[in-house]
């Protein structure tokens, strides 16, 4: 049992360069989400799924991408990479109702530099 | 104002001493109050989550809510230095699935040998 799993760790991009960064959990999950993390401004919802097939913006979207073919994966695309969007990134799952619901489990993080 | 407010500290206490880390919120509709703990360079991870107002306990750790204050606490005791960790509370209106969340900015917690 992996858990949640994100790759790559560590990333260099050039601006205008585009990238997906992968992830996937064993758990079953319904609910898979990313988040960014940048000093001062603690982790932010990108975008989330609560199901395959099923995506919604988050708090800050804007330059991302997300697709759920499977409920195992929730890759999330940036489409023209800008140094705005140097970051760590995680990855977060867990089930979609009652008392385990709660239990969020996150990935390790990528962590994704543009210049 | 932010819906959720947290000291970024960060907050520096001997071992041995008793730790107070707090969270205030801002809408009375959340329901679960939830502490993540961070080290450097890894992924949050859930420590506790409470249902409504009252204590939480696990171990050297207490989980506090007052609903009425909108304040949150959590406690740790007789701190060792592998408490050093960034710590997160994070609130929900209902429970289930992650895009609800909401998350303070996180208190840096260091453990003084």
């Known amino acids: 049992n992996a858990g949640v799993t994100q790759t790559p760790k560590f990333q260099v991009l050039k601006t205008g360069q585009s990238m997906t960064l992968q992830c996937a959990q064993d758990?079953?999950?319904?609910?898979m989400s990313w988040y960014r993390q940048d000093p001062g401004m603690g982790l932010r919802l990108i975008h989330y799924s609560v199901g395959a097939g099923i995506t919604d913006q988050g708090e800050v979207p804007n330059g991302y991408n997300v697709s759920r073919s499977t409920t195992e994966d929730f890759p999330l695309r940036l489409l023209s990479a800008a140094p705005s969007q140097t970051s760590v990134y995680f990855c977060a799952s867990s089930y979609s109702q009652g008392i385990d619901g709660n239990t969020i489990y996150f990935g390790e993080g990528s962590w994704l530099t543009v210049v | 104002q932010k819906e959720v407010e947290q000291d970024p500290g960060p907050l520096s206490v001997p071992e041995g001493a008793i730790v107070s880390l707090n969270c205030t919120y801002s809408?009375?509709?959340?329901?679960?109050f939830m502490w993540y703990r961070q080290y450097s360079r890894k992924g949050p991870e859930l420590l506790m989550y409470?249902?409504?107002?009252g204590n939480k306990e696990d171990g050297r750790f207490t989980a506090q809510v007052d609903k009425s204050s909108k304040y949150i606490s959590l406690f740790i005791r007789d701190s060792q230095p592998s408490d050093s960790a960034t710590y997160l509370c994070?609130?929900?209106?209902?429970?289930?699935?992650?895009?609800?969340?909401?998350f303070g900015k996180g208190t840096h917690l260091i453990i003084q040998p």
């Open positions: 994070a609130i929900r209106p209902s429970g289930g699935g992650a895009d609800g969340l909401t």
């Open positions: 409470t249902y409504s107002s």
């Open positions: 809408n009375s509709a959340f329901q679960y």
């Open positions: 758990m079953n999950h319904e609910y």
